[in-house]
């Protein structure tokens, strides 16, 4: 399958929404029950650290950082999301995102990745221990799905080798 690493513009924001959508559908890769609006979206994200995967137009997986704090000593941390197209999971496309998102995001100074992940979700950790993410806890029971049900999120995280620490 062929596609490249390209920069998110505000005209993926619909592919990006419908991934999102697909990700919350699956009941193991958020909290959310349902997309934000691009504006709330766009503000919560890192503008340097945005990235699609696709071939042409089409779009099949999206990848983002959020800051994990308004501090400033906490400047360099930040949030991982990643999310992939149903129909091409497994494809590499998550693999080739979170390389090029580690790449962008060590190239603006971020000396720490964070990622919360379901316990379930053992597509997610596969992958982000390849990139090298280490399970650094788990928090029980934080939040509950739309359906009631309590979940448990493992922390993870990954220190730059490039940002001096």
């Known amino acids: ?5 390209r920069e998110m513009t505000a005209a993926d924001r619909e592919d990006v929404r419908r991934i999102y959508l697909e990700g919350i559908a699956t009941g193991n890769a958020t909290f959310e029950s349902e997309a934000p609006s691009w504006e709330r979206w766009d503000t919560g994200h890192v503008r340097s ?8 137009e089409r779009i099949f997986g999206w990848a983002a950082l959020s ?3 308004g501090r400033p000593a906490y ?4 949030e991982v999301s990643i999310y992939v197209e149903n129909d091409v999971r497994g494809l590499g496309v998550g693999s080739a995102l979170l390389a090029a998102l580690i790449a962008a995001s060590e190239q603006e100074g971020f000396w ?3 990622a919360g992940i379901f316990p379930e979700n053992e597509a997610s950790l596969a992958l982000h ?3 090298g993410f280490c ?7 934080p939040g509950r799905m739309k359906d009631g049900r309590w979940r448990d999120v493992l922390l993870l995280e990954r220190r730059s080798r490039e940002v001096g620490l």
């Open 49 to 56: 650290c945005r990235l699609v995967a696709a071939n042409g």
């Open 1 to 5: 399958m062929e596609f490249i690493i």
């Open 129 to 131: 221990a390849k990139h």
């Open 135 to 141: 399970v650094i806890g788990r928090r029980e029971r």
């Open 75 to 78: 400047a360099g941390v930040a």
């Open 67 to 69: 800051p994990s704090s």
């Open 112 to 114: 720490t990745l964070q």
